[in-house]
């Protein structure tokens, strides 16, 4: 009987064991599905970006599923400029953005972040980087968790230039040789002014900030409003201009 009952107490406690093994890898796989498909059902595009993928007499568009290319027609483009996009967000929902910079005169590329994250993808411009050899000066950039992204790249590449939308960096880069220039929203509610305004100390001295007056934070893309931000009193069309008119001319000056 003895032997008997510590049998079955090695029994009931083996099945105590396996119960929680199977509960924690249910839990575990739960956590990832749900992260999985949050992560893959980003925000946009909305149909002023799908518009934008068109090629035309100013800019040559060629759109694949990993990246988004837009070349200036007739024009020599020395510089380039990378984008990451924000967190979740389309990278189609930057295509009326990066055509109107193109149209600028730049060579303009949206980089598609694994699970639309560029958390994942900090280093994808230098893959864009290596295939256009003869662009002279290169930029990256990014919204929101694309910023951070893209100042890390900067930082650890050596490129010209790091444009910051609604974004700014997580570490230290104010003793780089880079030129900044950060674009933000004054009711922004998820990338604030203070977030902004208070790293000010952690990029360079001669760094570029412009201020958006009204504009918020779903309006530096194209893919509708965002939960947790404020409603922008100027249009998405005259929040963009600023954008493209800011970027163009900071591109210009590299």
């Known amino acids: ?13 083996s099945s105590k064991k396996r119960t929680i093994i199977v509960v924690v890898l249910v839990a575990v796989v739960l956590i990832i599905g749900s992260f999985l498909t949050w992560a893959l ?14 090629s035309d007499q100013e800019v040559t568009v060629d759109v694949s599923s990993n990246r ?17 996009p924000g967190a979740r967000v389309d990278f189609r929902s930057y295509a009326p953005t990066a ?15 694994p ?19 003869d662009v002279k000066r290169w930029a990256v950039g990014g919204h929101s968790l694309g910023g951070v992204m893209a100042a890390r790249f900067a930082a650890e590449e050596g490129v010209n230039g790091l444009v910051l939308w609604a974004s700014y960096p997580d570490q230290d880069i104010s003793n780089k040789n880079i030129s900044v220039i950060s674009i933000y929203g004054s009711r922004d509610g998820l990338t604030t ?13 001669d760094t570029e900030f412009v201020k958006i007056e009204g504009g918020n934070h779903a309006q530096f893309g194209w893919y509708g409003d965002q939960r947790g931000d404020e409603e922008a009193t100027i249009t998405r069309e005259e ?7 800011s970027t163009v001319e900071f591109l210009a000056k590299l």
Do not use: C
């Not at 009987?1 to 406690?13: E, H, L, N, R, V």
């Not at 910079?101 to 972040?113: D, H, P, R, S, Y």
């Not at 002014?193 to 001295?205: I, M, N, Q, T, Y």
């Open 68 to 84: 988004l290319v837009f070349e200036p027609n007739n024009q020599d483009h020395e510089t380039g400029f990378v984008i990451y």
């Open 1 to 13: 009987m003895k032997k008997y009952g510590k049998g079955f107490k090695d029994w009931i406690t």
């Open 41 to 54: 059902t980003p925000r946009g595009p909305m149909d002023e970006a799908a518009d934008a993928l068109k």
């Open 193 to 205: 002014v203070e977030d902004v305004e208070g790293r000010a100390d952690k990029l360079p001295s």
């Open 115 to 133: 699970l639309n994250l560029a958390v994942f993808g900090q280093n994808a411009a230098a893959e864009v980087i290596d295939e256009y050899p």
């Open 99 to 113: 055509r109107d910079i193109a149209a600028g005169g730049f060579l303009v590329v949206v980089e598609k972040m």
């Open 239 to 245: 929040q963009q201009q600023v954008i493209v008119d």
